[in-house]
């Protein structure tokens, strides 16, 4: 059976209702990464021998009528920053190679809580730093669509495991799009939480044992089925203690039924940041559709006094900001030197400026992220959704020159600067607000094209119902699956 065509929501319901075992399932999916997984390097820490025998007992637990939750002996991949008691956590940085985790991070023992057997860890860049996934211990991770090119970063080893059926399902994190860019660039779902929706504790970065919620990083699902990313969502979602000790979150359900009733803005082009011409095309089709559909299109309306460059300047700042925070004295020093000499706006200047300002300075930019958030706020009084581009580009060919600053990309024959790949998906980030990767087709070449759905805070249920709908006009028979 192929298992690996199946949801971990039929993987569980056929378990536990002994149409097939746990032990099989595990086993088809290590057969799988044992076939495929040298040729992508997705999966960097693999635990078979463990997950067998936890395939076992789940598979005696159904037999004494037992399960343990929803996801009850369905394997899945946890993103290498994640902490799991007894597995090395490195983030693919040298100070941690050596690094055994003696925790376990929250949202991962949510999923193992409701009964997922975990087989392993999935590639990442150093410290998640990247929009491609390479580092010094683990090696770099390919795109399943295309060995010559990017899985994108930083959760790029989870949607190469999962495009290639490695494994259905996976928890990432996203910063500056690292969800939503690498399910974009490998033709997988991944979902962008509201952020402090998940909790990020026993994420690498921070720094293993940190128990502060990072700025604008979230944690979320990714999959090949979106009924995978709901479950999975329900999961892990809510607070810890001790606020869990005095309320609980109950998200919003979907309250969408057809397209044609939906109320739709669109952003699908910004001279701030031009997108790849069939990346274009993929997206006016998907207008299109759902104006045929009956759904009121508006291509005009944005948030109050908000543009795209506007929006990514703050962005950008906070997020320096918050990528800053670790730094050691004598790189501090460093990027201070040129925040302070510096005559030109480029992406290492700002990352400078961003990264040492003083709390006085980030207590004016967040003041100008809470106006911002309030503007999209007032937006979502009158639209239902904001569809726009994940990224400016397909996935493009490994460059692992440094620093990623100083790299350009080739977009419609000419050269653009590589950290524009983050503005798309900043829009969101900034805004904390929950936006969601489809599928939408693929290039002349092969390689896949996504759409990004962006709704109002929590309206994470809503966008899954959305994307639900488009994705059956789209993919009738499931997600195309690449050339293996």
């Not at 057969?31 to 390097?41: K, Q």
């Not at 369905?74 to 941690?96: C, D, R, S, Y």
């Not at 050596?98 to 999923?111: C, E, G, M, N």
């Not at 006085?360 to 503007?375: F, I, T, V």
């Amino acid at each position: 059976m192929n298992y690996h065509e199946m949801s971990s929501v039929e993987l569980a319901r056929g378990i536990r209702n002994q149409q097939f075992t746990s032990v099989q399932v595990v086993e088809h999916f290590l057969e799988r990464i044992d076939a495929l997984n040298p040729a992508l390097n997705a999966i960097v820490i693999l635990r078979a021998d463990e997950a067998r025998q936890k395939a076992r007992q789940a598979d005696k637990a159904i037999q004494r009528g037992d399960s343990t939750g929803p996801l009850h002996g369905v394997p899945m991949t946890i993103k290498e920053t994640f902490e799991i008691n007894g597995w090395p956590t490195t983030a693919g940085h040298g100070k941690l190679k050596d690094h055994i985790s003696p925790r376990t991070a929250p949202a991962v023992q949510r999923l193992i809580d409701a009964g997922a057997i975990i087989v392993g860890k999935t590639n990442i860049p150093e410290l998640a730093g990247d929009l491609q996934s390479f580092n010094g211990i683990y090696g770099t991770t390919n795109n399943p669509w295309n060995t010559d090119m990017t899985s994108g970063g930083s959760s790029g080893g989870a949607a190469a495991a999962l495009a290639s059926g490695m494994i259905p399902l996976e928890l990432g994190s996203d910063l500056a799009g690292s969800i939503r860019t690498p399910a974009a660039f490998c033709g997988i779902y991944g979902l962008k939480t509201t952020y402090g929706l998940v909790p990020l504790r026993g994420h690498v970065p921070s720094a293993p044992g940190s128990l502060g919620q990072r700025d604008i990083s979230v944690t979320g699902p990714m999959a090949r089925h979106l009924d995978d990313i709901e479950q999975a969502l329900d999961l892990i979602a809510g607070p810890e203690r001790p606020a869990s000790d005095a309320w609980s979150i109950t998200l919003p359900a979907a309250k969408t039924s057809r397209l044609g009733d939906l109320k739709i803005a669109t952003w699908l082009s910004d001279p701030y940041c031009e997108i790849d011409n069939e990346m274009a095309d993929a997206l006016n089709r998907v207008v299109d559709l759902l104006r045929n559909q009956g759904a009121h299109i508006d291509d005009t309306a944005r948030p109050d006094a908000m543009t795209l460059e506007g929006s990514h300047a703050l962005y950008y700042d906070m997020l320096a900001s918050s990528m800053g925070a670790g730094l050691n004295e004598a790189t501090r020093n460093k990027l201070l030197e040129l925040a302070n000499t510096s005559t030109t706006d480029d992406y290492r200047t700002r990352f400078a400026r961003g990264a040492t300002q003083s709390h006085g300075q980030w207590l004016k930019q967040d003041e100008k992220r809470a106006q911002l958030q309030n503007n999209w706020l007032t937006f979502f009084d009158n639209f239902d959704l904001m569809i726009c581009p994940v990224v400016n580009t397909p996935a493009f060919p490994h460059d692992h020159s440094q620093p990623a600053t100083s790299r350009t990309l080739t977009i419609n024959g000419k050269p653009q600067v590589y950290m524009d790949v983050t503005v798309w998906a900043g829009l969101a980030a900034i805004a904390g607000l929950p936006a969601l990767s489809i599928p939408i087709g693929t290039t002349e070449s092969g390689l896949p094209l996504a759409a990004q759905l962006i709704g109002p805070a929590y309206s994470e249920k809503e966008l899954i119902r959305i994307g639900q709908l488009i994705s059956g006009h789209l993919h009738p028979g499931g997600l195309p699956w690449p050339a293996l």
